[in-house]
């Protein structure tokens, strides 16, 4: 008679469920699981899933409610690699159904809403448990609550991580190829001035500065790296424990120079997401020559470095061809074309690099600690965006089977029962933080 | 036996409807009406009405549809000067009342929707019937039906409007005072890129540009003033029936010197709408600081020149003061600041300012025309916005009681039998174009 075995259920097979499978497949005899896989696009998840016998796969319509359910009251764990507005639909589907949910998307004030719930029915909704967020709350945690327990006095906490490009793919002049969700890259800032806090004091930069106002971070035998403030990097004060803290700041990560070129774009308006216009029968030059108000190369190199200018030309801005696009926004037109210039060929190895920056005092003297992490993929499925991502997951699946956490309701990934083992069991796959302390 | 009155409905008794309200109590036995003004806040319209006895006011909750269609069943014609938003209920209940409706609102895709039925009804939906849309459609169409009779070809257009402050009121470094929304003064431009047409070729220009690319223009007797795009210029090709005319530009017209200074509050994000602060127990000064990242004097001279320092300076910006709100965006605290900084004294007069320029061929020579007009208001109250606003509409209820006109549905003011009789009436209110046509 064959042993019952546990369902895991993955919703979403897309590239960053690439780890979370393999994982759960290659410890499958050990857990005691099955694997169930839905996509709506039942190809994509029976191409993660493989020959493997200890997974099956279903055609996922997210729509549907009562094939969610019927898939779901099978499962003793949901993993929704979903798109994060979906997520509550799901945790509600979860909390009628009494099972744990696993998400790596920011945490929703809805989802918050279910925590008594969940917390009444013994359950864990664990979310922001990818990489950023995720792999980066809990090593920021480990090195807090190391540092809290030392009697240090923190006063300075930067944290930033970029999804970019290893060095031996990297041929391209921006340094820089798409790894993530493509719209996300090219608008990333444009939502609304970005929140931190520098020497006590509250700082905002707008969309039309954020890339002009970048910070410098050295990574060991990586070189040089720019940051640009994320949203709201005051949310951490709170979810960090650091309340009061004269320095927060969270960024995203580029290599240097990139940051400087793509202002230019949000300076001449190519990121513009508000007016669709139509660019049909126009070439790339007529395009960008839209947003310059003299289109002579005197006037473009005024406005840009020779280098700046490279990148941008590299880019195709001034190319006579047709725009990609026949119809739709600046910010549309942009994207098509990073999709195709800014591409991971088959054997591109991305690269995923997290630095936490923090200044402390302790025993009355002053430091700097560094830690931070670099993880290249294999090749543009294997990357390293997916292994950040869903390595965290899948090994959060085995806890909860294991039953090994205490932790219930709507939470995140910022207790130490949790990091802990997730952050050890992550250096098997070489997803290991380095560490640097001066004195200062 | 009294003689029946028509019965002339104004919803809206704030700072626009000054003028309107006196030009129809002036002509209130003439046309034989009685005007019933009403507004949320009743003093307002008691105020407008003085001690006339052919009007009479209420108390106007626009959310009360019972009420506004008991006033509106009474009335021959209904003038709104409320929201915008509400125009398309108030035009509802005008179809089912069958009663004619004048705006000085731009024209919805809702309003447009009811045209046929208010053709059906033989009625008459005038939108745009204020000053900036309204006399500009007039003064420009006067203008572009007198060229294309004449056989003329018109290869650029441009029109530009300001609510400004007359010389004689103008005692302030911005040379600016406001006369209309403050919110839309602080928010100019920030709602989308703007869209124009020059030599052929479309132009885009984000709102991080606007105020740095500027056109200029000189007033006969009142000097030179500069142009900023409105938003989408290329909506008058169809409108104004220019079909493919090369340049095609709608601006906004400030004093020379405003745009450049009022740039570094877009720049520095001081215009910012989208994040909600804690500007508790913050001075004026600190809020600058936290919008850039070197608060020093050197820095803030590297950035602007003494000139618009000296302008940002007058404004408060650096000011040992509490901030003027608690919480709220930093849009909403330059609005506050300028609320104060740049309102209309009691005797203060305004000065509003429209001017076309047409580049035409005739007749094998190529011409330049300006037609300009300036109104220099009375006082704070019977403002030149108010008269220009206010005005077209009370003649334009004279002429709809008098059933001088064939048009009906929904219209703008762009045809002859509109504007030309309106054009004329206004002359002697002193709202008149001069023209000047050079050869070039």
């Given at each position: 008679?064959?042993?019952k ?49 200890d ?27 979903l ?24 945490l ?21 448990m ?67 806090r ?35 990097s ?9 309340p ?16 400087q ?162 952050l ?17």
């Open positions: 008679m064959e042993e075995k546990s369902r895991v259920l993955i919703l979403g097979a897309g590239r960053s469920s690439a780890h979370l499978i393999q994982y759960l497949l290659n410890h499958a005899t050990e857990l005691g699981i099955h694997l169930r896989v839905g996509d709506a696009d039942v190809k994509m998840a029976e191409e993660k899933v493989g020959a493997s016998t997974a099956s796969v279903f055609e996922c319509d997210a729509e549907n409610e009562n094939l969610l359910e019927s898939e779901m009251a099978h499962a003793e764990i949901v993993v929704s690699m798109p994060a507005f979906m997520h509550p639909k799901i945790a509600k589907l979860c909390l009628k159904l009494h099972k744990h949910l696993i998400t790596p998307s920011y929703s004030s809805e989802m918050m809403s279910m925590d008594q719930e969940a917390r009444a029915k013994n359950l864990i909704f664990l979310n922001e990818g990489v950023d967020p995720g792999i980066d709350h809990m090593s920021a945690m480990k090195i807090i609550h190391a540092l809290k327990q030392k009697g240090a006095d923190i006063h300075a906490f930067y944290s930033l991580t970029g999804g970019l490009i290893a060095p031996e793919s990297d041929n391209n002049p921006w340094n820089y190829k798409i790894t993530w969700n493509p719209r996300n890259v090219v608008l990333a800032g444009a939502g609304g001035t970005a929140h931190y520098e020497n006590g004091k509250d700082k905002l930069i707008p969309y039309q500065r954020l890339f002009e106002r970048t910070m410098s971070v050295e990574i060991p035998n990586y070189g040089e790296f720019e940051g640009y403030a994320n949203r709201d005051m949310a951490y004060e709170e979810l960090y424990d650091l009061g803290i004269p320095t927060l700041y969270r960024g995203t990560l580029r290599k240097k120079g990139f940051s070129a793509w202002n230019v774009l949000v300076q001449w308006g190519l990121t513009d997401d508000t007016r669709v216009m139509n660019w049909d029968q126009m070439s790339m030059q007529a395009f960008t020559q839209t947003f310059l108000p003299d289109d002579s190369l005197a006037y473009i190199k005024r406005e840009v470095s020779n280098e700046v200018l490279y990148k941008l030309q590299w880019l195709g801005l001034w190319d006579v061809v047709p725009v990609p696009i026949k119809r739709g926004t600046a910010a549309q037109v942009i994207q098509a074309l990073i999709e195709e210039r800014w591409s991971l060929a088959p054997l591109d190895r991305d690269m995923l690099v997290m630095c936490h920056l923090f200044d402390y005092a302790l025993d009355g003297k002053h430091f700097r600690m560094q830690s931070s992490m670099v993880l290249e993929g294999e090749n543009n499925r294997y990357t390293a965006m997916s292994a950040t991502v869903g390595l965290p997951m899948a090994i959060a699946v085995k806890h909860i089977l294991n039953d090994s956490w205490k932790q219930r309701g709507v939470i995140l990934p910022i207790h130490q029962e949790i990091y802990e083992p997730i050890e069991e992550l250096i098997k796959f070489n997803i290991q933080f380095t560490e640097q302390i001066k004195e200062c």
